[in-house]
T-cell receptor, first 114, second 113 residues
Framework: EAGVTQSPTHLIKTRGQQATLRCSPI?????VYWYQQALGLGLQFLLW???????NRGNFPPRFSGRQFPNYSSELNVNALELEDSALYLC?????????????FGDGTRLSIL | GDSVTQMEGPVTLSEEAFLTINCTYT??????LFWYVQYPGEGLQLLLK?????DKGSNKGFEATYRKETTSFHLEKGSVQVSDSAVYFC????????????FGAGTRLAVHP
């Protein structure tokens, strides 16, 4: 069984640009979660999508947004990039309704802002 | 609000030493508690979990007991190996749900031969 896959592995952008990160969940999983792991700040919950809808959102500005496609894959978009957006972005998936009790994580996308 | 506090790292041990990584939490009700491990260059892997008070989670020689009276979920291993070198995250899932895991800051463990 393929795990959660994220692309790209690394992404380098400059301030003000936009970044798009992608996540493919485990087959059969309908929920996708996004987390930001910034240096020194641990893991912060960003977004939760289930069945194509945004279900919950962490304490992040609106320039962090995303969507979930009919095949349950997901994109995270970050607009107007700032230096402090440099972080590892982790995606996780689970069967709908199981939530964190059964989340599986991808290896992450490292976003670097120059 | 709900939060998790972990001991600061790095923790440096020799192989076969005893490991304790402290984790305490603040939450209303009865959260579920987790330990995740992140090996270098990889994502998070669930190490163990406990969903109610006095439960003991265990996996790969690691153990943690859900102590509601002390609001703690300390991670222990009797004899660490070099391959255990990683960052360990304590996390809680609030009883209110909303599918939002709350993580501690992480503790880096380095095990030397």
């Amino acid at each position: 069984e393929a795990g959660v896959t994220q692309s790209p592995t690394h992404l380098i952008k400059t301030r003000g640009q936009q970044a798009t990160l992608r996540c493919s969940p485990i087959s059969g999983h309908t929920s996708v979660y996004w987390y930001q792991q910034a240096l020194g700040l641990g893991l912060q919950f960003l977004l939760w999508y289930d069945e194509g809808e945004e279900r919950n959102r962490g304490n992040f500005p609106p320039r962090f947004s995303g969507r979930q496609f009919p095949n349950y894959s997901s994109e995270l978009n970050v607009n107007a990039l700032e230096l402090e957006d440099s972080a590892l972005y982790l995606c996780a998936s689970s069967l709908g309704g199981q939530g964190p009790l059964a989340q599986h994580f991808g290896d992450g996308t490292r976003l670097s802002i120059l | 609000g709900d939060s998790v506090t972990q001991m600061e790292g790095p923790v440096t041990l020799s192989e076969e030493a005893f490991l304790t990584i402290n984790c305490t939490y603040t939450a209303t009700g009865y959260p579920s508690l987790f330990w995740y491990v992140q090996y270098p260059g990889e994502g998070l892997q669930l190490l163990l979990k406990a969903t109610k008070a006095d439960d003991k989670g265990s996996n790969k020689g690691f153990e943690a007991t859900y102590r509601k009276e002390t609001t703690s979920f300390h991670l222990e291993k009797g004899s660490v190996q070099v391959s255990d070198s990683a960052v360990y995250f304590c996390a809680l899932y609030p009883s209110g749900g909303y599918n939002k895991l709350i993580f501690g800051a992480g503790t880096r463990l380095a095990v030397h031969p």
